[in-house]
């Protein structure tokens, strides 16, 4: 169907006609007069040229531009059938550590072995693609905690800006407390009845102004869940110049922590040691974060205004000439 934005516009439809019949008359200026014996020769000059029919062509063609004008004015819109879109009215926000021990190369890719940020972009970004009819936010933090996106439906946008993310961008050291805070600030408000964070990290809290305990307990207060997980493989092979030996690449997570914030706020720790038990926790997280999805709709709505813009153009155009012409023919 077709509506207009700004209907009132349509008022000013009359405005010619109200102007001509109410204005008071321009005043004609009054020439001097030339006798001559001989008036009788410019009676002819005088005399009508059959400009009725011209006359009238203008003023339709004035009368149907103004009519456009004044349509494309009011804002013609093509109102389209309603289309469904999911939505579950969670929110959802991740929280990345870009610090400078996520370089550990203790994942695999492809076959390839990768640093921890790596393989977190390729599973996270997977989980983005799925949560669909969630609106999902990206803070990423090492030394210091950063909104990379607030809560949007834009699953497309916020995994290029993951993907885009650099490790050490945010500092060397990981405020974990900081993280959740801002997560906190981020989500407290909004009127969703599910908001939940998913914190990523490979270390311990080592900067920031806030515990991770006590940005817990804020989190709890505000109704926000936080689901840990904890990046690194217990133990990788490395050269040296004595041969190989064993190291524990995690020995800086404290899972002790991490296991705290999520039990204080009714989530739940995850460990992820390799890429395949960090793509488990994912389709786990799927479960039991579901996206339930209700019903709403919205209506498309495209623009008409350039149709009947671009005709009165065209005859405003025509109407130009003609008056042209018809002054020239005088």
Known sequence: MIQFEWIWVLLALPLPWLIRHLAPPAQREEGAALITPFMEDFVSLAEPQSVGVTSRWIQWLAILSWLLLVIAAARPQWLGDPVEVPTSGRDLMLAVDI?????????????????????????????????????LGLILFGENAYLQTPLTFDGKTLRTLLMESVIGLAGKKTAIGDAIGLAVKRLRDNASQSRVLILLTDG???????????????????????????????????????????????????????????????????????TAELEQIYRLLDELEPAEVEALSFRPVDALFYWPLGLA??????LFLLTAVRGYGA
């Open 313 to 318: 153009l065209f005859l405003a155009t025509a």
């Open 99 to 135: 610090s400078g021990s996520m370089e550990a190369e203790d994942f695999a890719l492809n076959g390839q072995a990768v640093d921890r940020l790596t393989a977190t972009k390729a599973v996270a970004g997977e989980f983005i693609e799925r949560r669909s009819a969630d609106r």
């Open 204 to 274: 311990a809290n080592t900067a920031g102004e806030v515990s991770p305990i006590k940005a817990a307990q804020l989190a709890a207060d505000a109704g926000l869940k936080i689901y840990t997980i904890g990046l690194g493989a217990d133990e990788i092979v490395v050269q040296s110049l004595f041969g190989q030996r064993r190291v524990n690449p995690s020995q800086d997570l404290d899972e002790d922590t991490l296991r705290q914030i999520a039990g204080a706020t009714g989530g739940k720790y995850f460990r992820a040691r390799d």
